[in-house]
């Protein structure tokens, strides 16, 4: 199982930007894909999940303002965030359940500052 993240970078606050996460080594299409994001000195938090049959769920500040989406023919999971704060200042990470185990991505950053 690999996951990598990309797409993070420095955006303005109340800007947008999209994160992608490729997945490879399982069947994509038959696992829920989740969305995490760890800022410094705090635990890893859950902020959205997606079924295999496209439903969504949003936790905390993901909720109203971040959107995932997959594409299960580019094996690609992706997280629109939109006017973004500088508390949304974190390392994204996606995240799969396969045979038990929690697998990760390196992660990818995001640094919301002007």
């Known amino acids: 199982v690999q996951l990598v993240e990309s ?6 606050p109340g800007g947008s ?3 992608s996460c490729a997945a ?11 969305w995490y994001r760890q800022i410094p000195g705090k635990e ?5 999940t997606i079924t295999t049959g496209g439903t969504t769920y949003y936790r905390g500040s993901a909720k ?12 690609t999971v992706y997280l629109q965030m939109d006017n973004v704060k500088p508390d949304d200042t974190a390392e994204y990470s996606c995240n799969v359940v396969y045979g038990g185990i929690d697998y990760w991505g390196k992660g990818t950053p995001v640094t919301v500052s002007s």
């Open 17 to 19: 930007t999209r994160l």
């Open 24 to 34: 490879s080594g399982f069947t994509f299409s038959d696992y829920n894909m989740h």
């Open 64 to 75: 109203g303002r971040f959107t995932i989406s997959r594409d299960n023919e580019q094996k």
């Open 7 to 12: 797409g993070g970078g420095l955006v303005q």
């Open 44 to 48: 890893r938090e859950l902020l959205a």
